[in-house]
């Protein structure tokens, strides 16, 4: 059995002993092509395929992929099933840093956090008094997976009322209750912390737009750790200037990384991340683990985690 690991080179070589025990020979794949194994001798590939790794006349013993991503949407999901390949995601691999990174900028806007970070570098010594908390706020999740989930738990700890909203409002742990994504849209005013932790498709693009807007609170805030593609950014910009919202934390955007020339940089009440929520020292780690028992998995014939198709 051979492994390819593209673009991966530093987690190869941490999966490399306990693939070398199995008698699977692992290699890796960069701009500069193959450690000199022709492409019809992989069978699992470990990163992000190339063009060529789709292609059925290439890859004639390919019969996994194991992404590094939770998000697949940009997958050819219906070639890949065609060729008869299971896929894996990495879903709950990233889902801690993020939900961490979520609850700091709630905390960041709610306390004003640029406030006070523009006065000490100016030496100024002044109280905002319109600082918020926590306890008794209501907060809908946009996508209730393992992201979801993880934001969900933490906000509880601060006694906030937390609502999710998935593809059938089926029941999620940590969430009071659960909408689908229209009964979602309909009851979002209802709410001071909106959280997209969704993926883009034909639903969700351009989820968050003027009529979207205008429904919330005028003192909302909008957290995105999802797609950029969820918020329409002229719309978004649109209302911030009008003076609604409290704040917003978008760690993606519609184009990324998000061009010199957008009104979000310099706005007062936005708060822009390069697409880094998911980054922590211990992502490496769960990456490692999850990408070894899976490929023991199918080693042995068994069950793999986190299967798309």
């Not at 999740?141 to 969900?152: L, M």
């Not at 089926?170 to 689908?180: K, L, S």
Request: net charge neutral; glycine share 6%.
């Amino acid at each position: 059995m051979k492994v390819m690991f593209i673009d991966m080179s530093e987690i190869e070589k941490q999966c490399r002993p306990f693939l070398e025990n199995l008698n699977i020979q692992s290699y890796c794949w960069n701009d500069k092509g193959s450690d000199s194994i022709p492409l019809s001798e992989i069978d699992v590939i470990v990163g992000f395929p190339k063009k060529d790794h789709f292609n059925p006349s290439v890859m004639t013993n390919l019969k996994m992929i194991q992404l590094p991503s939770a998000g697949y949407d940009k997958f050819p999901v219906d070639q890949i099933r065609k060729m008869n390949v299971i896929l894996c995601n990495a879903s709950g691999v990233y889902s801690i840093p993020i939900a961490e990174w979520v609850i700091a900028k709630i905390l960041e806007i709610i306390k004003h956090s640029r406030y006070y970070y523009n006065n000490q570098s100016q030496g100024i010594w002044k109280k905002n008094y319109s600082m918020l908390e926590l306890p008794g706020k209501k907060a809908l999740i946009f996508g209730t997976g393992s992201i979801g989930q993880e934001i969900a738990r933490r906000l509880k700890a601060f006694d906030v009322i937390v609502d999710g909203e998935n593809s059938n409002g089926r029941e999620i742990q940590h969430f009071e209750q659960c909408f689908n994504i229209e009964k979602g849209k309909e009851v979002s005013g209802e709410y001071e912390i909106l959280i997209f932790s969704l993926p883009n498709n034909e639903e969700t693009a351009g989820l968050v737009n003027l009529m979207f807007l205008k429904q919330l609170k005028d003192n909302a805030i909008i957290i995105n750790v999802g797609r950029g593609t969820l918020i329409n950014e002229p719309d978004l910009i649109l209302t911030l200037n009008q003076g609604k919202l409290l704040g917003v934390a978008l760690d993606v955007t519609e184009v990324e990384p998000l061009p010199v020339t957008s009104e979000l940089w310099k706005h007062p009440k936005v708060i822009i991340s390069p697409h880094s929520s998911f980054i922590s020292e211990k992502i490496n780690d769960r990456r490692v683990e999850l990408i070894t028992s899976n490929i023991l998995a199918f080693y042995h014939n068994s069950a793999v985690k986190n299967r798309i198709i």
